[in-house]
């Protein structure tokens, strides 16, 4: 949105996407908002109803229901090997209306464009400023849910990380750490607003295809960071398979599940046989989480451990933020897999 206006962050560095609590501004905002993107239910349930009651009349986009996304299918065995591996990603292209209903509409996240919000998500557009308020307070995949406006946070059970109760089978919401799906989604906010605010639509379709550039560049270097690491790698939860998809690399398997829920002893034990069998060389660790269980997996092996980051907790939010996340996620890659 550079050069028209600033779009609004609901979701603040370190919030989970799973559980959040919105503010009273937040729920003005979402109120006030003439687009709002998200990456859908998938990722952040609780936000359905906040968007049919306090958004009705903005357009609702939800980026992984979105035409040309690719979609990868959740992977809930701990050891991913065992089930073949299989990344079969697929494009969306059955819902070619953009989803306008108000519910389920994108995130986190993803890009680029002004508005770094993490999990990737909102992208420099989103939120033009015409009437003296943003438009599409950008819910990237990160929840922003609210309900009345009292003084009190809005919280749907968002439990810290909300991880529970989050269903295992079908697509897998961490769409934005796939480059492809970050231009896609790009090309596809600059369209919304441009509908939305038609005299500022050849701004839009500018910074889109600059925000487009931006992402071929970094893909481009981290491709060729990457080329030069080797060896095994465990997850501590199941949140990278679309940077992997994208980039070449591929997990033995995670600690917890996608949603980062507690995993089972027997889980742990799976992975513990699995990393030992394997001689994996790297565990990644996530800020958000227990390090306790990366130590407990790793013990007695002579495994690296580097913590990395999907959301880009430590990254400000801003026009670079997608960009930077890839690279970010990148560099933890090269540093865990270097010997």
Request: a negative charge.
């Amino acid at each position: 949105m550079a050069g028209v206006g600033e779009p609004d962050l609901l979701v603040p560095p370190g919030a989970s996407p799973h559980g959040h609590s919105l503010k009273p501004s937040d729920a003005r905002a979402l109120s006030s908002a003439d687009a709002v993107f998200w990456v859908g239910d998938a990722l952040s349930p609780w936000l359905e109803g906040s968007l049919e009651e306090l958004a009705s009349d903005a357009h609702v986009v939800s980026l992984l229901e979105a035409p040309g996304t690719l979609q990868l299918e959740f992977r809930n065995g701990a050891v991913f090997a065992a089930e073949g591996h299989d990344d079969h990603g697929h494009d969306d292209h059955s819902h070619d209306d953009h989803n306008h209903d108000g519910h389920d509409h994108a995130d986190h996240d993803e890009h680029a464009h002004d508005h770094g919000d993490h999990d990737a998500h909102g992208h420099d557009h989103s939120d033009h400023d015409h009437d003296g308020h943003d438009h599409d307070h950008e819910a990237h995949d990160h929840d922003d849910h609210g309900h009345d406006h009292s003084d009190h946070d809005h919280s749907h059970g968002g439990h810290d990380h909300g991880d529970h109760g989050h269903s295992h089978e079908g697509v897998d919401p961490h769409a934005w750490l796939a480059p492809q799906n970050g231009k896609q989604w790009l090309a596809l906010i600059a369209e919304e607003l441009s509908e939305i605010d038609p005299a500022n639509a050849e701004i839009y379709q500018s910074n889109a295809l600059a925000g487009q550039a931006e992402i071929d560049a970094v893909v481009e270097q981290v491709k060729a960071d990457l080329s030069q690491t080797q060896g095994e790698f465990v997850v501590f939860h199941d949140a990278y398979q679309y940077f992997e998809h994208s980039f070449g690399v591929s997990t033995l398997g995670a600690i917890s599940l996608a949603d980062a829920s507690d995993p089972s002893v027997a889980r742990i034990a799976e992975i513990r046989d699995a990393i030992a069998e394997a001689n994996v060389s790297c565990v990644f660790s996530e800020p958000q989480f227990n390090p306790g269980l990366v130590a407990t997996v790793a013990e007695g092996r002579d495994v690296k451990s580097v913590v990395i980051d999907p959301l880009g907790t430590e990254i400000a939010p801003g026009a670079s933020f997608y960009t930077d996340l890839l690279t970010d996620i990148g560099a933890d890659f090269v540093e865990c897999l270097s010997r």
